[in-house]
Nanobody, 125 residues
Framework: QVQLVQSGGGSVQAGGSLRLSCAAS????????MGWFRRAPGKEREFVAAVRWRDSTITYADSVKGRFTVSRDNAKNTVYLQMNNLKPEDTALYYCAATARLGVVVSAAGPYDYWGQGTQVTVSS
């Protein structure tokens, strides 16, 4: 069983920055593909970013490219989401997720077996 504990988030004005962290309680963290998703009020959950375990390939949603950066520190069993130039439309509950499955479509929520508790990000205009 993998537990994901999120931290960070909060409220910020448009143009500001926040960093989310997600710590995993697993020895083989380096073998997990890690993803970030978000759910805005009244909207479906959507993919934000992911980093594969095998080759550290990073994928971003078009809406966050150039503003968000995902990274992982395997020594600390932690994945980060640095969010810069935040916009009001980034307001959402953000979740980290993990999967050890191979060959997954990282932007799909289905393949992820473990999820963090969620952390709120609120961006005011």
């Amino acid at each position: 069983q993998v537990q994901l504990v999120q931290s960070g988030g909060g409220s910020v004005q448009a143009g500001g920055s926040l960093r989310l962290s997600c710590a995993a309680s697993v020895r083989t963290f380096s073998l997990y593909t890690m993803g970030w998703f978000r759910r805005a009020p009244g909207k479906e959950r959507e993919f934000v970013a992911a980093v594969r375990w095998r080759d550290s390939t990073i994928t971003y949603a078009d809406s966050v490219k150039g503003r968000f950066t995902v990274s992982r520190d395997n020594a600390k069993n932690t994945v980060y989401l640095q969010m810069n130039n935040l916009k009001p439309e980034d307001t959402a509950l953000y979740y980290c997720a993990a999967t050890a499955r191979l060959g997954v479509v990282v932007s799909a929520a289905g393949p992820y077996d473990y999820w963090g508790q969620g952390t709120q990000v609120t961006v005011s205009s």
